[in-house]
Every structure is written in structure tokens, then in C-alpha cells.
């Protein structure tokens, strides 16, 4: 089975002046195939820095990461990535973006088109595929990113805030995408988020990271993506256990801001 | 819309919608439309100035010929030519030598750009060299040209590839840095190899910033061949007018000008259109 295990990871950027930034400090985690991963926490906390470890784009400075028992050391096609926006080839049709990948191993064209398709049906853009991205709306734009990693069938989907530019009612219907397309296809995803109430909806598992170091302060077990898949989103969202959790892992960002900030104003005294 | 509403809208006299009911638009740059009716009486307005002016005779034909003059003169020339060659010829010879130059300049300051935004051995190599020759004027060195190849063909080439090069440059390296590293990173994650992600994402993604290099490099490119035939050159547009110039043919002069105005102003809206055609996406990412 393709396990992403992280390793003992440890990050330390050095600035020019010499300061060295701890980003992450001793990150050990392993996914199983198929598993729901959210990741939480303040910002420059090191949530971007892992996800590019494991994408394969930064070498840790200390630890390794393997899918699968290999050991990464670089961008892969079996390792997809989802960005915030903007990084759809606006030169490109959303049919082309979408069998990027497939072009670049040299697929031939009709079965790129097939997959295409296949994939456009998926994330309900079947009417699209000629038009130009920047033709679309954000939420559209993010389902072609979607589409476009897919098509690649990777085993790992990392997703770094792929609904944060969005509004909140296309924001929960491509929640509920996300959600599908994990049940229906099986793939390892994590997914980065400031959204609490993301990070609960889309998550069987939850880290909830803090900075200086960069680690993981809190992991949660959660059982609404499961619900999500045959429930109605709302009504999970509604749900008290919900409401709770949230509670509980708002306060606890709350109160690490607050540190964050003390830190800060005591630094400049 | 009513044919007479469409002919209004188009020539700027009826408002839009929107702009009607503003109530603020001085500053609003977008209640500012083109003004097509204004630009169509000022041509109107001027050349009838022109005419009445040559008409009463206010100005001296040595200093200001008449549009018939002018006229008669483009008849004359493009029938029995000037200084051995016909009127085309001589466009033809200043057409020529930018066509030459200017893809010799793309041809080689693109990819020179490329190396540039790409390497850092190759950026820091170029970029004195870059940054010493850009900003002088390519006139400067006809003198040198001169001494070089003559007044023949190749020093006027030599200087328009001159003129192009550095802008081509430029504008390769630009486009080339303006590539955002999430679209890199996306094409590695999908499986591209170095030379996919040069030729399918940096490739197409500095296309509208060359492509603004080369409507710029043009108008340089045609602004410095007409002013090195002014200096050196056997035909021409540039040349036409010097030769004129000597023999007080103001008549011919003007009609040089006026046809290196069109020709100008046709290449930059020859270039749009075919930015427009070739580059839909510029600007809307
Ligand atoms: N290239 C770099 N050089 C130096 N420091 C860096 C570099 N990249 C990131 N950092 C630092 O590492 C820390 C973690 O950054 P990272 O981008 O991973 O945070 P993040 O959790 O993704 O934040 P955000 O929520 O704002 O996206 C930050 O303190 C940041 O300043
Ligand atoms: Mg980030």
C-alpha cells in the first residue's frame, strides 16, 4: 500500500543576517492509503513549509518523507498538488489543463480525451471543457485544479488553502466535492486550511499546528468527513458535537495568538 | 438600438448607460470614452486649415506645401520614382531593413533573455552588458556602423538589430520572471521534465511580455531606420526625405513624413491586432 510516513522532519530556514527560523521542529506522522488529513493552526506556523516537503519542492534539513517505503527527494506525479488559485495555465482550455499531465508522458490524444471527459462530468463542468480559465468563475477554476490533479491519479492529493480565495456558499459546495471525490477515488489528501470549520468537515484526522517551533500541538480523530459522505453538510455543520469541537480548537488558536502576540510586544520592549 | 443610437455610440456622442447616471466624472478615468467624434473633427478641422491655409496663400510653399502639392508629388513619385527608385522601392528599402533587423534582434535577445531569467551564471555574465548598452540611443552609433560596413544594407541592419536586441532582451527576461512559481510547481507535480515546463509553461507564459517587447522594439526599430537614412543610405523613406530636403522640395518632404506616420501608425495596430489573435489571455490572469 502507498503509506506517506513523515519522518522526524525538521525545518530550519536561515535568514541572510544569520537568524535561523525554526519552521519545523521533529514532525513525525503517517497517513494511511485513503486517509483525510486537515491541517490547522497560525499562520507561519509551517503548515506551507510541510506540505512542500512532502510535495517534494524543499529538502528538510533534518528527516525524510517516503510514499510508499520509497524516500522522496523531489517533485513526482504520484504526489498531486492543489494551490490556492492562479495556478491553472490561463494559455490553455480547461479541457488542455486538465490532460496536462497526461500530455507530458505522452498519452495519446484520445485517451487524454476520454479521461478529460470522464473528469469533467466528475467536478460538473462537462459544458467547459473549450473555454479559457480565466473565463470561469474561482469556484470553477478551483474544480479544473481539481480535475487536473486527478487526471494524473496520483496516491497523494496536497491541497495548500484550495478554497481560501473563495466565497462561503461555493466555499461549502466545494467542500462537498472534496468530500466525494476522496470517497469515490480513495486518494490520501491533506488538506491545508484557516477555516476551523473546514478543518472539522474535512478531516478524519486533524493536526492542529503551532509556530516557533513549527509543530504539531494537538491531533483529533474526527468522525464527520465519514457523515459528510452521506449526510447533508448543514446538518453535520449544525450538529452540537460540531459546535463543540469548534469551540475547542478555536480557543486553543485563540490562546496561541495571544501567546504569539505577548511574545511579540515583550521582543519589543 | 436604433442604426443612428449604434452610429452615435460608436463615434462617442451617446453615453452609456452607467456613465449617464454618474454623477461624478471628473477623475473617473473610465466616464473618459475615446472621444472618436472629437478625433474625427480635429483630422477634418486640420487638414482643412492645411488646405485653406496653402489656399490663401499664408505660408510659403518652401516651408509648407499645399495638400495638392503634396498630392501631386505621391502621384509623380510613385509613377517615375525619385533618385532611381519608385515610391515602393523606397518604402520597400525601409520596410526591409527593419523586417531584417528586428527578427535578427528577437532572434537572438529572446532566447539571450531566457538564458538570463533562467541562469544565474548567464544573468550576472549579461547583465553589465545589458544595462551598459540599453540606454544608448542607437543613433549613436552610426558613425560606427559606418566605419564598420559602409553605408550599404548592412550598417542600417546592424543598427536596427542594434536598436532590437536590447529590448528583446528585456522583455524575454521579464517575461520570463513573471512566471508564477506555483504554476511551476504544478506542472513539476503533474509530471513535466525541464524542458516541458521551458517549452509549455515558461515558453507561454512570457509570450504577452515579449510580445509587448516586440511592439515597442518596432516602433524604435522604424523611428531609427528612417534616422539612419537621414544620415547614410542610397534609398529609402528616410532617404527620400534628405535628398528632398536639399533641393528645398518641401513637397516631397512632407509627403515622406506623412508616409512614415502611416506606416508607423499602421505596424503598432498591426501589432495589437495580431496580439489580440495570437495572446487572448494576456492581462486576464
Ligand atoms: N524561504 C524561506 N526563508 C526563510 N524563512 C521562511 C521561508 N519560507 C518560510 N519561512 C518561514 O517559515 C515559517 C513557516 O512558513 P510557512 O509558509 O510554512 O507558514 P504557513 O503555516 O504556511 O503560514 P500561512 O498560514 O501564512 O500560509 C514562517 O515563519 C516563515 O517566515
Ligand atoms: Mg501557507
Known amino acids: 500500500m502507498s503509506d506517506l ?59 525524510k518523507v517516503e510514499l510508499a517505503s520509497t524516500e522522496i527527494h523531489g517533485p513526482g506525479s504520484e504526489r498531486g498538488m492543489v494551490f490556492q488559485q492562479g495556478a491553472l495555465f490561463e494559455w490553455l482550455t480547461v479541457a488542455e489543463n486538465i490532460g496536462f499531465g497526461l500530455s507530458m508522458k505522452g498519452t495519446p490524444p484520445s485517451e487524454i480525451k476520454q479521461t478529460v471527459d470522464h473528469l469533467l462530468e466528475t467536478v460538473g463542468l462537462h459544458d467547459f471543457g473549450e473555454k479559457a480559465t480565466y473565463e470561469l468563475s474561482g469556484g470553477m477554476q478551483q474544480r479544473v485544479a481539481l480535475a487536473r490533479c486527478l487526471a494524473n491519479d496520483p496516491d497523494v492529493i496536497l491541497m495548500d488553502e484550495p478554497l481560501g480565495a473563495l466565497d462561503a456558499l461555493t466555499r461549502e459546495k466545494m467542500q462537498g466535492l472534496v468530500l466525494k471525490l476522496w470517497k469515490e477515488t480513495g486518494k490520501t489528501i491533506i488538506l491545508i486550511t484557516h477555516s476551523v470549520e473546514e478543518a472539522l468537515f474535512l478531516g478524519e484526522r486533524l493536526f492542529v499546528m503551532a509556530p516557533r517551533p513549527g509543530r504539531i500541538k494537538q491531533e483529533y480523530a474526527l468522525p464527520f468527513a465519514e457523515a459528510g459522505v452521506t449526510k447533508d453538510p448543514r446538518e453535520i455543520k449544525a450538529d452540537p458535537a460540531f459546535g463543540a469541537k469548534r469551540e475547542e480548537i478555536l480557543n486553543m488558536i485563540w490562546e496561541m495568538e495571544e501567546e504569539i502576540m505577548g511574545q511579540t510586544e515583550t521582543a519589543g520592549v | ?151 550599404g544594407e548592412r550598417s542600417k541592419i546592424l543598427l536596427l ?74 534609398s529609402g523613406v528616410g532617404f527620400m526625405i534628405m535628398a528632398a530636403s536639399k533641393f528645398l522640395a518641401t513637397d516631397i518632404v512632407v509627403l515622406g513624413v506623412i508616409i512614415v506616420g502611416i506606416i508607423g501608425y499602421s505596424m503598432d495596430i498591426l501589432m495589437r491586432k495580431l496580439e489580440a489573435k495570437l495572446i487572448p489571455w494576456k492581462g486576464k490572469a
Open chain 2, 161 to 234: 538589430f542594434f536598436a532590437a536586441l536590447w529590448i528583446m532582451v528585456i522583455a524575454a527576461r521579464a517575461g520570463v520572471s513573471s512566471v508564477k512559481l506555483s504554476k511551476i510547481h504544478a506542472a513539476y507535480s503533474l509530471g513535466a521534465n525541464k524542458r516541458q515546463i521551458l517549452k509549455r509553461v515558461i515558453l507561454p507564459n512570457a509570450l504577452p511580455e515579449i510580445f509587448t517587447g516586440m511592439r515597442v522594439a518596432m516602433g524604435i526599430c522604424w523611428g531609427t531606420v528612417v534616422a539612419a537614412e537621414l544620415v547614410a543610405a542610397e
Open chain 1, 5 to 63: 510516513v513523515i519522518n522526524d522532519v525538521s525545518m530550519i530556514f536561515e535568514t541572510p543576517n544569520g537568524e535561523q527560523v525554526h519552521a519545523l521542529e521533529n514532525v513525525s506522522f503517517s497517513l494511511k492509503q485513503g486517509e483525510l488529513l486537515s491541517i490547522l493552526g497560525p499562520s507561519g506556523c509551517g503548515k506551507s513549509t510541510l506540505l512542500n516537503i512532502i510535495a517534494g519542492f524543499l529538502a528538510p534539513t533534518h528527516g
Open chain 2, 1 to 151: 438600438m436604433s442604426l443612428i443610437q449604434t452610429f452615435k455610440y460608436t463615434i462617442g456622442l451617446q453615453k452609456d448607460g452607467l456613465t449617464k447616471r454618474k454623477t461624478v466624472t471628473f477623475g473617473d478615468t473610465s466616464a473618459v470614452g475615446k472621444g472618436r467624434f472629437w478625433s474625427i473633427i480635429s483630422v477634418i478641422t486640420l487638414s482643412m486649415a492645411w488646405y485653406l491655409g496653402s489656399a490663401l496663400e499664408l505660408v510659403n510653399p518652401i516651408f509648407w506645401p499645399s495638400p495638392s502639392a503634396v498630392w501631386d508629388q505621391f502621384i509623380n513619385i510613385s509613377q517615375n520614382g525619385y533618385r532611381n527608385f519608385t515610391l515602393w522601392e523606397h518604402i520597400w528599402a525601409s520596410l526591409y531593413r527593419i523586417f531584417v533587423g528586428f527578427a535578427l534582434g528577437c532572434l537572438i535577445g529572446i532566447p539571450l533573455g531566457f538564458a538570463m531569467g533562467l541562469s544565474e551564471i548567464l544573468r550576472g555574465w549579461f547583465d553589465p552588458i545589458v544595462e551598459f548598452f540599453r540606454p544608448i540611443p542607437p543613433l549613436a552609433f552610426i558613425p560606427l556602423v559606418i566605419i564598420w560596413s559602409g553605408i
